[in-house]
């Protein structure tokens, strides 16, 4: 199972970007998709998840700037970023937790994607 994110980059502040993550692999079925964030000499921390029944959960300093929208189906995620400001900037991570062959729990992290927003 691969965790394929894409849609990071370099904005300005107040610009928007939306990042995108796909967990391929037919055995494993996701349940609960999100994304978080680690920028430099900070611990990795939850930007925004969303749970099989399409709940979503945000950190508060995201929360009305940021939005999460899930495919169950395709096994994706997206993140809607608006109104990005400096400290957004960091690498985004994609993570994935779920069943393998609808047994066997598994967690699932992508590679990261940087974003940047400069002011």
């Known amino acids: 199972v691969q965790l394929q994110a894409s849609g990071g980059g370099q904005v300005q502040a107040g610009g928007s970007l939306r990042l995108s993550c796909v967990a391929s692999?037919?055995?494993?079925?996701?349940?609960?998709m999100g994304w978080y964030r680690q920028a430099p000499g900070k611990e990795r921390e939850l930007v925004a998840t969303?749970?099989?029944?399409?709940?979503?959960d945000y950190a508060d300093s995201v929360k009305d700037r940021f939005t999460i929208s899930r495919d169950g189906a395709k096994n994706a995620v997206e993140l809607q970023m608006n109104n990005l400001q400096p400290e957004d900037t960091a690498v985004y991570y994609c993570?994935?937790?779920?069943?393998?062959?609808?047994?066997?729990?598994?967690?699932?992290w992508g590679k990261g994607t940087q974003v940047t927003v400069s002011s």
């Open positions: 993570r994935a937790q779920g069943l393998l062959l609808s047994v066997s729990p598994a967690d699932f």
């Open positions: 692999g037919s055995v494993f079925t996701a349940n609960h």
């Open positions: 969303m749970d099989s029944g399409d709940v979503p």
